[in-house]
């Protein structure tokens, strides 16, 4: 039986494609072979010996300390793409958010109540306060082109809006799926220079930390309006509050909140609402489901952020399945490994990403686990 925990509330359409006849799912699952979290905080979490997978339920894995799982011979899955269409839906209320001052007027109006027919005359007298502008034929500067960024600018260009798009890691899928008119550029300084709006669709990492601050601020056009549904730290909060206050900045919404930026007049402040939809928390459930349901049962690797994508088909006795460090000659040494018994590799598929690989060996005869788990650098076996 294959133990399954989850740290967070799970949509049931997810748990529910665990078959219980080999699967037992709770939230106190004891030594669990995978867990399912969404944003519980995971990097104070002292991993189980049994632990084979994480399933992020949704696109981001700060909660999760993905290199001490990598050590541990730990597969982090995340779902990209399965909220995308949520995210992309409300980037498009903050691009209009940006464009007209909708909560502040919303909130005013509230404070009418009691005045009776006076109502309508304060309205008429007091809206002129909340003018905006329109998006049609403004440009829109977007920095990352994938599943939700590729959305936004598509629609965008349906608004009727100039579209530019940066994204050094772009996909030849996700390249196909954007609209001619989508104008991709290889250097970022032309988003900044020219877009009247920007949208930041990048993870979040080392790199990427304050990709907005004062410096690239000072590059963009004043009165530029800047959207931000990925992730908080991707703009420096001391540099947006300032340029808010001189004005540079005409607006900026974010998904989310952090207390500097609270309570600051053109900082529209939405509480991380860009996956809560039924269907976004159903898609990604079922996505975190499926992959770790491939990974227990057959061994595949699709959508991990540690270790890289593989899958071999079993035709032997045994599919012999190794994480290990991305180094040479390691290979070899698994395969000696694995043949030390007389065993005879049928196929091999043998994939890597940045320091870590991963093997999986399609094995007829008897196979010695421990002789491959003494190979310095290997980090997990499995043999299915």
Known sequence: MYNILTLNKIAAVGTDKFDRTKY????????????????????????????????????????????????????????????????????????????????????????????????????????????????????????????????????????????????????????????????????????????????????????????????????????????????????????IVEAVGSGKVARYVVDFPCDEILGVENIVAIPHLGASSAESEDNCAVMAADELIEYIERGTIRNSVNYPNAELEKTGDHLVCVLHKNVPALISQITGAVSSKGANIENLVNKSKKDWAYSMLDVNGEVDIEAIKAVDGVTGVRVL
């Open 24 to 239: 037992s799912v709770s939230d106190e699952a004891a030594d669990p072979t995978a867990i399912m979290v969404r944003s519980a905080k995971m990097h104070d979490m002292e991993m189980p010996e049994s632990l084979l997978a994480i399933a992020r339920a949704g696109a981001g894995v700060n909660n999760i300390p993905v290199d001490k799982c990598a050590e541990q011979g730990i597969v982090v899955f995340n779902t990209p793409g399965a909220n995308s269409n949520a995210v992309k839906e409300l980037a498009i209320c903050g691009l209009l958010m940006a464009s007209r001052k909708i909560p502040e007027a919303m909130a005013w109006a509230q404070t009418l109540k009691g005045n009776g027919a006076e109502v309508g005359k304060m309205v008429e007298k007091g809206k002129s306060n909340f003018a905006g502008c329109e998006i049609m034929g403004k440009t829109l500067g977007l920095i990352g082109l994938g599943a939700i960024g590729g959305k936004l600018a598509n629609i965008a260009i349906s608004l009727g809006m100039n579209v530019i798009g940066y994204d050094p890691f772009l996909s030849v899928g996700a390249a196909l799926n954007l609209k001619p008119q989508v104008k991709v550029t290889a250097n970022v300084n032309e988003i900044y220079a020219n877009a009247d709006y920007i949208s930041l669709h990048l993870p979040y990492n080392a790199d990427t930390k304050d990709t907005i601050n004062k410096e690239t601020i000072d590059l963009c056009k004043d009165g530029v309006r800047l959207l931000n549904f990925a992730r908080g730290e991707l703009v420096n909060s001391e540099a």
